[in-house]
Structures are given as C-alpha cells and as structure tokens.
C-alpha cells in the first residue's frame, strides 16, 4: 500500500503563486510515476502534470505549460507542483496520484485517471480575482 498527502493549497490572489507537495509513504521503491490532477465543482477530474520517478522527465496539459512545474525530492518521497501565475479558472481540488508497482508505459499514458492506483485526498486552492 502507498499513501500519498498533499499540503500547501489554500487562498490566493490572480497573478499569485503556490507551492503544492505530495508525501508518499509506504511501499513508494517502486514508484513509475506520479502526478497531479484538478477537479472543480461539478466537472471532472482533470490532468495537469506527470513526472517519471526514475528519470524526472515531465509532461504537462497544455493549459499549464509555462505556469506550472512539477518536480521531485526522490530522497523523501515527495512530488511539488509549482503554480505561478494563477488565475480564477485555476480554482478546484487538487490531486496527487502514483503509479506504483508496474512498468512506464509513455509519457501520454499518464494524462489519465486510470493510469494511476493511488491517490491522494486532495487539497483545496482558490484563486480570487
């Protein structure tokens, strides 16, 4: 079993930044890749980055390239995503995700929610205008 705990959303102006970080504990040696995803109120949950835990090669939904950088301390099981720059539409539950124990299956593999079996409860940020 992995659990992950993600930290540092909360209340921010438009333009702001936030640093949010993800713990991974428990069986994280064989971790292929984790990621972050966003939902909403009322809308699904969606893909914003992923990084490779080997290689720390990353990939991001087009809307956040430029504004958002996921990163990894692979010393303490942990994933960061960089958020500058943000805006109103940036506002939803964030999400840390694993996929742990299985093989790397490409870079696009990991855009979807069923790439992953593990998930973090989420953190809440809000973007005020």
């Known amino acids: 079993q992995v659990h992950l705990v993600e930290s540092g959303g909360g209340l921010v102006q438009a333009g702001g930044s936030l640093r949010l970080s993800c713990a991974a504990s428990?069986?994280?040696?064989?971790?292929?890749?984790m990621g972050w995803f966003r939902q909403a109120p009322g809308l699904e949950r969606d893909f914003v980055a992923t990084?490779?835990?080997?290689?720390?090669?990353?990939n991001y939904a087009d809307s956040m390239k430029g504004r958002f950088t996921i990163s990894r301390d692979n010393a303490k099981n942990t994933v960061y995503l960089q958020m500058n720059s943000l805006k109103p539409e940036d506002t939803a539950v964030y999400y840390c995700?694993?996929?742990?124990?299985?093989?790397?299956?490409?870079?696009?593999?990991?855009?979807?929610?069923?790439?992953?079996?593990?998930w973090g409860q989420g953190t809440q940020v809000t973007v005020s205008s």
């Open positions: 428990g069986r994280t040696f064989s971790t292929v890749a």
């Open positions: 995700a694993a996929d742990v124990g299985r093989y790397w299956r490409g870079t696009s593999y990991y855009s979807a929610v069923g790439s992953y079996n593990y």
């Open positions: 990084i490779r835990w080997s290689t720390g090669s990353t």
